[in-house]
Every structure is written in C-alpha cells, then in structure tokens.
C-alpha cells in the first residue's frame, strides 16, 4: 500500500504534504465533539473541508491513514516533493507508533528536505522520541488545543508551539494570512519559536 503524497492550496499553495483522514481519526473525532467550548478542534477545517467540498480527498486520505499506522514502510523512492520543505498533516493528526515511526523513516530519507510535522499527541511524540533521535531536518510543531490560551514556550521535545487566537485578541500575533512557502516561519529552526494566528471560522459552528 502506496503512500499518497497532496499538493496543498490556499495558505500552503506551493508545498506538498501528507494526509490523513481526520474522519476516521478517534483522537481528532474526540477532540472535534469535546464539551469543552475553546478547543480548536471544535472549529476544525479538515473536518468541516472532508464533510463537504473535499469529499475527494477522503479515499487517499484514508489510504495513508492505513498504509501509515498499521504497516512499516521502508522505501520512500517513489515520492516526489516539489518544494525544499514539506508538511505532515496539513489534515489529520498521528494515530500511534507506527505512524510517527513511518514519518521519521520518511524523513531520513529525504535528507534535503525540512518536514514540519503539527501534533496535538504528546504522548505519541514523547514516547517515540524517548528512544529514537529527532532528524535534523524535521520540525516538531506542538499544536495548542485551546484558543485565546496562548502557550510562549513549546512543552519538550517540540520545536515550535502554534496558537489560535480569536479575533479580539488584540496583542502580538505573527502568522498573518501570508503563504507559508514565503514565510517560512514555521520551517525553519532559526526563526521564533512562538507562533500566533487569529482563527479562523470554518463553516458550520459547533
């Protein structure tokens, strides 16, 4: 079972990335029909997109959602990237070992290109990395889970925390609306560590 790589649009028009079903995902599921009224997760994109006019997606989404957390893969050879910085998960979020074990092989194998991996799973991403070494080309991205509770300092071992802020929040922000593939900000190890985006609203309310 293949894995299938996704040309992104919009924000990230330029970049490829690595998809996964959030539909199928029981974290992203548990998150999304939280209680709790300021998790981002209530507000998701990927599952508002799947839901509606990205039903398209959803098949490769789920392929590699499979092919990623239930076998290990060791040739990466047929993927092509355009870009010299990639992202994993622009949807979809890591499901278990196996899943962050297959990202990181795909990692090393490319060498010249840097991956940004965005997680809300700590407890995948300690546990692996208590043993294995983080690739000098990845990017670990800590995905704050409540809006307008901005964290200033990434918990270990990410690189990076990203914050969402509503509209009211009126203090530093520095993820603006501009492309990533021009900002960089969030691939690159040398710029700050702290990012802080006003949400945004995705169709439906929860």
């Given amino acids: 079972m293949l894995i299938k790589k996704s ?7 330029g970049l490829d990335a690595i998809n996964s079903n959030t539909l199928s995902n029981e974290f992203c599921q548990k998150e999304h029909k939280s209680p709790v ?6 507000e998701c994109y990927s599952v508002e997109m ?7 997606c959803v098949e490769n989404f789920e392929n590699n959602s499979v092919a990623l957390s239930t076998m290990i893969h060791e040739d990466f050879s047929y993927l092509r990237f355009r870009n010299d910085i990639a992202r994993l998960h622009g ?7 196996t899943h962050l074990h297959n990202f990181v092989s795909m990692v090393k194998h490319f060498p010249h290109i840097t ?14 990395f208590k043993t294995n070494e983080i690739p000098d080309n990845l990017i670990l991205v800590y995905s704050n889970p409540i809006i307008d509770k901005v964290m200033f300092k990434p918990p270990r071992p990410f690189h990076k925390v990203f914050n969402n802020v509503s509209a009211s929040y009126n203090k530093y922000v520095n993820c603006t609306g501009q492309k990533c593939n021009e900002c ?3 691939y690159r190890f040398d710029t700050e560590n702290v990012i802080i985006e006003h949400k945004k609203q995705y169709g439906r309310k929860h």
């Fill in 184 to 186: 960089r900000l969030c």
């Fill in 37 to 42: 009224k300021n998790k981002i997760c209530k």
């Fill in 115 to 128: 991956f940004a991996l965005w997680s809300k799973r700590t407890d995948i991403i300690r546990k692996y």
């Fill in 7 to 13: 040309k992104m649009s919009g924000k990230l028009l």
């Fill in 91 to 97: 949807h979809g979020e890591l499901i278990n070992q």
């Fill in 50 to 56: 799947l839901e509606t006019f990205r039903t398209n």
